[in-house]
């Protein structure tokens, strides 16, 4: 085989661009106010061991996380979640899933179960239980639709 080798000089010449690791967060990392004794809700409890706070894992090894379908939610640990919100436990989302499955998941929280999510800082999502329609004036009744962030992009409701 001939190698041209005004070719192989042109190619030499070029500049070489290393691949590049993806950005590691600057640690420790802000807590936005966030406690120690904080709960983060995902499906995944590794993004939340980053801010060293307890993570809440509803669907661990339950439910594939590239799916839509609620049916896959497993209902087991809804009455956990709801009784840490109903005992004043602060319980925060990632606004950006890491998955299509969370923020479905999160949807369905709000539809079904009476838990939403309102905007907290630029992290996360507080969630809330709604117990009694007539304690609010209706507009804290609804989730903010940043907290259903996936790829960038608001997910809608199905």
Partial sequence: MRVDRGLLNRLLDLPI?????PPVPA????LEGLSKESIIVETLGKRSMD???????????????????M?????RTIPHLKKLL???????????????????????????????LKDYSKTFCKMVIVENESKTDGKDLE???VCYMYRGKIVPKN
């Fill in 17 to 21: 661009l290393p691949s590049l690791p």
């Fill in 27 to 30: 640690y420790p990392l802000d």
């Fill in 51 to 69: 801010y060293n706070v307890v993570p809440f894992v509803p669907v661990k090894g339950s439910a594939s996380l590239k799916e839509t379908d």
């Fill in 71 to 75: 049916s896959l939610i497993p209902q």
């Fill in 86 to 116: 109903m005992d004043d436990y602060d319980v925060y989302s990632f606004k950006e899933s890491q998955n299509i499955f969370e923020p479905h998941y999160f949807r369905y929280l709000g539809a079904e179960q009476g838990i939403i």
């Fill in 143 to 145: 989730s903010d639709d």
